[in-house]
């Protein structure tokens, strides 16, 4: 063979091979973009099914509890909703049984505004509504949806924060709120349970720092969605002496930082002064122009502090005091303290608002 046809078959092979390798790299970022696409489609397609899933349950229980409500008799309701549940069982399977309908009746009975279960169906699920169900009030219910939401939590997530009365202990802490909180509401709780720490019974403070900072994503989820770490044992220097603050946050829905500080006994007043201190410095050296004041929070081990807290009005300034747990109570006790302490924090703010009254009312009349 001549070299010249040599070189044109050398050229036409390295050619052919080019091109093979050229469709398989066209072949393969092909398969990705489409798998991509794939993969979106299918979570909306599922995001549809799951949503109309929602709203066809929510219309049958509105439409049971309606023709109840036109009889206007019990045994007609029991009744009639055992029928209608063979029925449909038979023809459209297991989904459709006696306990079944009653989840829609309630679903329907609690949620009965149309236009906020077409807005929550669009990113909750049945599974999502059916845990939800069991809560007592609308607060509530709406709270966990919109947790639920905000952080994207599948419905093992969102039974856990029920279990742990994450809304019961947002708002204990919201009662120490007054009309011109620097603190928006819902952005601590009270108590805070460190369980997740695995913390001994006895413990320094340096032992707790140094178990927030190996679990700091437990730490963190404790607090809420939308906190990141920043510093810890962040240094000032005032009037020439070092001072340092504990564990300084940053709440990125808040445009806030936000300081924590740990303290292994009961509520001392002095603590405010110093967290008063750590505010102002880091409001005048620390805060960037886009973001609002600095806020704070003491962590205290011992609980017996609320009084003193709603008399000192810290809120005004932007500070919070909260309990925190190391050790999680057995269930049933941690919820019968959990309503103990919500309990008395709601009668001393009643207290606290009967008193304002009197004193406008006494005003007034002046």
Same mark, same amino acid.
């Given at each position: ?9 050398n050229?036409?092979?390295?050619g ?19 798998s991509?696409?794939i993969?979106?489609?299918?979570r ?20 049971i509890?309606?023709?109840i ?5 019990a ?30 009746m309630?679903?329907?009975?609690q ?7 077409v ?22 219910k ?11 939590l599948?419905?093992?997530?969102l ?9 019961e ?9 007054t ?12 108590p ?24 700091l ?19 000032? !220097? ?6 340092? =603050?504990? @564990?300084?946050?940053? *709440? %990125? /829905?808040? &445009?806030?930082l ?6 292994l006994?009961?509520f001392? !007043? ?6 008063? =201190?750590? @505010?102002?410095?880091? *409001? %005048? /050296?620390? &805060? ?22 709603? @008399? ?55």
């Open positions: 063979m001549s070299n010249k046809s040599s070189k044109v078959k050229e036409l092979i390295n052919t091979a080019q091109n093979g390798m050229l469709i398989t790299a066209g072949s393969d970022a092909l398969f990705k973009k489409i991509i696409l993969e979106q489609n299918r909306k397609i599922y995001a549809h099914a799951s949503g109309e899933t929602v709203m066809l349950f929510w219309e049958i229980g509105r439409h509890n309606f023709e409500l036109e009889n206007k008799r045994d007609y309701g029991k009744q009639i909703v055992v029928s209608l549940s063979r029925q449909l069982a038979e023809k459209y399977g297991r989904s459709f049984e006696e306990k079944n309908l009653r989840r829609m309630q679903f329907a009975e949620f009965f505004d149309r236009e906020i279960i807005s929550l169906s669009r990113q909750l699920s049945w599974s999502h509504f059916l845990a939800l169900i069991p809560l007592k009030s609308n607060e509530a709406m709270f966990y949806a919109h947790e639920a939401i905000k952080g994207l599948g419905v093992r997530d039974r856990k924060i029920i279990s742990r009365k994450a809304y202990r947002k708002e204990i802490a919201d009662t120490q709120l009309a011109d909180s620097k603190i928006p509401p819902g952005t601590f709780r009270d805070y349970l460190f369980d997740v720490l695995g913390i001994k019974d006895e413990y320094l403070e340096a032992d707790l720092e140094e178990a927030i900072l190996r679990e994503e437990k730490f963190i989820l404790e607090f809420g969605k939308g906190f990141a770490f920043v510093e810890r044992q962040k240094r000032m !220097i005032i009037d020439g002496n070092d001072h340092r =603050l504990d @564990l300084l946050l940053y *709440n %990125r /829905y808040l &445009r806030r936000v300081v924590v500080e740990l303290k006994g009961e001392d !007043i002095a603590y405010s002064a110093q967290m008063k =201190l750590y @505010l102002k410095w880091l *409001n %005048r /050296y620390e &805060r960037q122009e886009y973001e609002k004041e600095p806020i704070g929070i003491i962590l205290c081990a011992g609980g017996n502090h609320r009084e003193k807290i709603e @008399l000192l009005e810290m809120d005004k300034d932007g500070i919070m005091v909260a309990e925190y747990w190391t050790t999680m109570p057995p269930k049933k006790d941690f919820e019968q303290k959990i309503q103990t302490i919500l309990a008395e924090t709601r009668e001393r703010m009643a207290q606290r608002n009967l008193l304002l009254i009197g004193e406008a009312d006494e005003a007034d009349s002046k």
